[in-house]
């Protein structure tokens, strides 16, 4: 004690404005109880839900449309869906189609004119946007 570098104690509370150490003190602070924190995260999580990218049945058509860049593609999809009606063994027919000429992708452009890419696989159709 005594030193040079050693500020004298003082009895304030950290209150004053033109100091740069000044305290928080909890006993003025506000908490949320449980039930408005989990108010807080439910309208948060779904506020992120609300602005998710949402694809249509017309843009998945359009990609479709395309074909799998292979020699008579767009007839063997327009087949699928001419001769499958169940929409889960459609899906697995599709997956067939691409298949066999392994992992791609290609630009494509929405139907609202926004950009994004569409890759194919073994597994079916991603749609990036």
Known sequence: MGAAHEQPESAGG????????????????????????????????????SSAFVLSQA????????????????LRIWEIYQT???????AKALA????PHGPGGCSHTYLDGSSGWLDHDSKGLTFEH
């Open 59 to 74: 843009d998945i058509e359009k990609a479709l449309r395309r074909g799998s860049n292979f020699e008579n593609s767009k």
């Open 96 to 99: 067939k189609e691409y298949a």
């Open 14 to 49: 950290g209150n004053d404005p033109d100091r740069a150490d000044l305290q928080l003190n909890f006993l003025e602070a506000a908490i949320p109880t449980e039930a408005q924190q989990i108010e807080s995260i439910d309208q948060a999580e779904s506020e992120k839900s």
């Open 84 to 90: 499958q009606p169940d929409r889960k063994l459609r």
